[in-house]
Nanobody, 119 residues
Framework: QVQLVESGGGLVQTGGSLRLSCAFS????????MAWFRQAPGKERDFVAS????????YYADSVKGRFTISRDNAKNTVDLQMNRLKPEDTAVYYC????????????WGQGTQVTVSS
């Protein structure tokens, strides 16, 4: 079974930066689509960024484009999310997700890590 463990969340002031990391284990990491989602209190879980092995192209939600960068290291089995110029509206629990390429989407989720941006 795939296991995902996030780390790197915390409290930061507006305009600051944080780097989240997700450690993948249990299967061949390089075969999986990887993504970050987030869920703010009282809201649905939203897509943040993804990275697919087939085209190695990152995709971003409009709300984070230009501020966040997703990267994967197939040697270390990790996917990171560098978050710059953070805003209070970025406050959420951030989740790492993994899925086999295809219509099933993301089948595996981490436990989440809290990111809080103070104004």
């Amino acid at each position: 079974q795939v296991q995902l463990v996030e780390s790197g969340g915390g409290l930061v002031q507006t305009g600051g930066s944080l780097r989240l990391s997700c450690a993948f284990s249990g299967r061949t990491f390089s075969s999986y689509n990887m993504a970050w989602f987030r869920q703010a209190p009282g809201k649905e879980r939203d897509f943040v960024a993804s990275h697919y092995p087939r085209d190695r192209t990152p995709y971003y939600a409009d709300s984070v484009k230009g501020r966040f960068t997703i990267s994967r290291d197939n040697a270390k089995n990790t996917v990171d999310l560098q978050m710059n110029r953070l805003k209070p509206e970025d406050t959420a629990v951030y989740y790492c997700a993994a899925g086999v390429p295809g219509p099933s989407g993301y089948d595996y989720w981490g436990q989440g890590t809290q990111v809080t941006v103070s104004s």
